[in-house]
């Protein structure tokens, strides 16, 4: 049974040529949580970076940061 999902941002979940989020993606995410599967963001980016992405409204469970190290 998978319980966690994990995603990087670039080129995964944040598209560099529409500059946002695809509806696609959401659609996916939701149906992972409908299934109780946890969505983490995992990313060699900080925390300060994220912010200049349009990701900060999608409600992740967690966060694996600095390629690990936070």
Known sequence: MIKAAFFDVDGTIYSHESNSVPES??????????????????TGRHF????????????????????GQL
């Open 25 to 42: 993606t959401k659609k996916a995410f939701q149906a992972l949580r409908e299934k109780g599967i946890k969505i983490f963001l995992a």
């Open 48 to 67: 300060e970076e994220i912010d200049m992405f349009p990701v900060g409204n999608i409600p992740f469970d967690g966060y694996v940061m600095l390629t």
